[in-house]
């Protein structure tokens, strides 16, 4: 019975594609909050090697037997790591204003874009300081 039912909401090659910027239904809104992250995190992705390169190369001038704090990369990689913390907690707690309903997936995948989005502009900037 439940897979029945299950089966109801997948799409068919008869359904129409759902529109993003005509949204009408929550589980279209779903879709095309996950479909905005989605972009957001391969952006973000593409900026994070772009980054890296540009920081390693940076690290390349420093003169470890004399400047021993976290070379520009390794600053990098544990910032990164601690945001995807950050950024994973945030959107579980901002879902939690529709927890067990059904547009508790947009929220969530609204927070990530969001987060995401501003992360690759931090990247950004760190590759155009100097």
């Not at 420093?62 to 990098?76: C, G, M, N, V």
Request: glycine content about 4%.
């Amino acid at each position: 019975m439940i897979l029945a039912a299950l089966l109801l909401l997948v799409p068919t090659a008869d359904d129409p594609p759902i529109d993003c910027d005509n949204q009408r239904y929550q589980v279209e809104m779903n879709y095309c909050a996950q479909k905005d992250y989605g972009a957001a995190d391969a952006e973000l992705n593409a900026q994070y090697k772009q980054t890296v390169v540009v920081l390693k190369a940076r690290d390349k001038d420093i003169d470890r037997s004399y400047d021993t704090p976290p070379t520009h990369y390794e600053a990098l990689l544990a910032a990164q790591r601690a945001w995807l913390t950050y950024r994973d907690q945030q959107c579980l707690g901002e879902s939690f204003a529709a927890r067990g309903g059904s547009m508790a997936p947009m929220l969530h995948s609204g927070c990530m874009a969001r987060l995401t989005k501003a992360r690759t502009a931090e990247l950004q900037a760190l590759v155009e300081e100097y």
